[in-house]
Nanobody, 128 residues
Framework: QVQLVESGGGLVQAGGSLKLSCAASGRFFSISRIAWFRQHPGKEREFVAA????????EYADSVKVRFTISRDNAKSTAYLQMNSLKPEDTAVYYCGRESSVPGPGSIWYSGRVYGYWGQGTQVTVSS
């Protein structure tokens, strides 16, 4: 059974930094693509960043490129999102998602891949 648990969110001033963690359980973590999405109040979940199982491939939304860095430690079954130069518009609930082979309820398609496993989310609030 796949479980994802996000942590590291909180309140930070504009220009500050936070590092989110996504601790995973279940098989095949090391070969599964992991992504971070975020959701602003009243809006749909939006893509932030993704990383391949081997860390050889990463992709970012234009809005966070340069400021955010996604990484993973397969030995710890954990993925990370380092967020620097935070802006008030980065305020959202951040979710960790794992690619799944079969779409199901709650799945999100992005860039030709489906993310079907999700954590509960962690709130990030950036004050101006």
């Amino acid at each position: 059974q796949v479980q994802l648990v996000e942590s590291g969110g909180g309140l930070v001033q504009a220009g500050g930094s936070l590092k989110l963690s996504c601790a995973a359980s279940g098989r095949f973590f090391s070969i599964s693509r992991i992504a971070w999405f975020r959701q602003h109040p009243g809006k749909e979940r939006e893509f932030v960043a993704a990383i391949s199982g081997s860390s050889s491939n990463t992709e970012y939304a234009d809005s966070v490129k340069v400021r955010f860095t996604i990484s993973r430690d397969n030995a710890k079954s954990t993925a990370y999102l380092q967020m620097n130069s935070l802006k008030p518009e980065d305020t959202a609930v951040y979710y960790c998602g794992r690619e799944s082979s079969v779409p199901g309820p709650g799945s999100i398609w992005y860039s030709g891949r489906v993310y079907g496993y999700w954590g509960q989310g962690t709130q990030v609030t950036v004050s101006s």
